[in-house]
Every structure is written in C-alpha cells, then in structure tokens.
C-alpha cells in the first residue's frame, strides 16, 4: 500500500472550514483513500473514503486532484468537537496502515 | 444498536499468564481485523480476518494468534503475555476488505506487569 504523507499539525478556528491536505504520491490506480479520526482515546472514526471521484457525506468533503497524487479533506463548519487525531491511509487490500495523522485543533 | 463490543474495557494482566480479547459485532461483517496503539504512535495491524474460516497476518503478529470461526466473533489471544504486549487493542470489522470502510469497537487497554 502507497505511503501517506500529512502536516504533524493545524489549527481551525472554529466555524471555519478546517483543509486538511495529504500526500500520497505512490498511490496505485487500485487504491483507495480513506480518512479516519481519534478523538482521545477513543477508538478510530471512519469519516470517509474514495478512489477516483470527490465524495462528500454529512460529515465531510474528499477532494482528490486528478493525477490522484494528493487529496484533501474539508470539514465544512469546524467545531471544537473536531479536535482530533485525523488519518488519511492509502489501501488496495482493505488492510489500513496508520501514521502518525494530523493533529486538527479546533480553537474558540 | 449495532456495532463492535469487545470485552474487558480494562485489564491488568501479570507476565506469564494467557489473556483472550473479545471482540463480537453484529453487522454481519465478512472482514475483520486487531490492532494495537502504543503511546503516542498510530495503530498497527496485528491480525485480520477477511471472512469466517479464514486468518491473515498484518504487521506485528509475534505474541498474538487469533480465529474465526463464525463471522460474528474474532478473539485475539496472547499465549504468555509480556510487558511489551502493553497497549490499548482495538478490534475492527468492515462488509468486504477493499474498498469498505472499517468500524472500530471501544478498545481493551491492557497493561502487562
């Protein structure tokens, strides 16, 4: 599975939308992109995923560019409740390999 | 409400002794997988299941054997645990392997004197 590459941290102010980018350059044509959170300890939150096309659900946005190398994640109106750990995992097999993630501070 | 249990949410566990983490889901899931996360670190693979009868080894399996022997349950037993198995576990399951996204349960922390 194609490698993931992610910011170690961002801040959003609350309200705001919350571009959260990532980086998978090695990525095969049979991967797909999935986002997960950690909120604490908690176990992890599937938030979304895609192979080719942007994809948009009620939580959150998945745009990825057209050569698939990158994508970004939007949470469209940040609350302090989205403070999290966020993954963005790159698999073809359903296996997921986790990072490190961007560590999403929501701030008042 | 459907989803992932597994069970104990805690234990302390002294080195030596076996320990079997459940973990039950009533999705109706084919795929399922175990996972640990230490401090600080991401969660890694330890075993996966991509339908009943059938077991893979993800990237830490050492210490750890698992089982499938109905599509509901997934236990994760350590033979004789050691500090080093210290962790938080956490089980997960998804309809298919690729291309479905996984449903993790609560976690186990589990601490290994």
């Known amino acids: 599975d194609a490698k993931t590459t992610q910011p170690p941290s961002m801040d959003c102010a609350e309200g705001r939308a919350a571009n959260l980018p990532c980086n998978h350059s090695t990525i095969s044509g049979n991967e797909y992109v999935y986002w997960y959170r950690q909120i604490h300890s908690q176990g992890p939150q599937y938030i979304i995923h895609g192979l080719k096309n942007n994809e948009t659900n009620e939580m959150a946005s998945l745009i990825i560019t057209e050569d698939r190398k990158s994508s970004t994640l939007i949470l469209p109106h940040a609350t302090l409740r989205d403070t999290a750990v966020y993954y963005c995992?790159?698999?073809?097999?359903?296996?997921?390999?986790f990072g490190q993630g961007t560590t999403l501070q929501v701030k008042p | 409400i459907a989803g992932i249990t597994q069970a104990p949410t805690s234990q302390i566990l002294a080195a030596g002794r076996r320990m079997t983490l459940r973990c039950t889901q009533d999705?109706?899931?084919?795929?399922m997988y175990w996972y640990r996360q230490d401090l600080g670190l991401g969660l890694r693979l330890i075993h996966y299941s991509n339908t009943a009868g059938t077991t893979g080894k993800g990237e830490v399996p050492d210490g750890y054997s698992v089982s499938r022997a109905n599509t509901d349950d997934f236990p994760l037993t350590l033979a004789s645990a050691v500090p080093s198995q210290t962790s938080v576990y956490f089980c997960?399951?998804?309809?298919?392997?690729?291309?479905?996204?996984?449903?993790f349960g609560d976690g186990t922390r589990l601490s290994i004197l």
């Open positions: 997960a399951s998804s309809k298919e392997g690729r291309g479905w996204p996984q449903h």
């Open positions: 995992i790159v698999s073809g097999t359903g296996k997921l390999i």
């Open positions: 999705m109706r899931h084919n795929a």
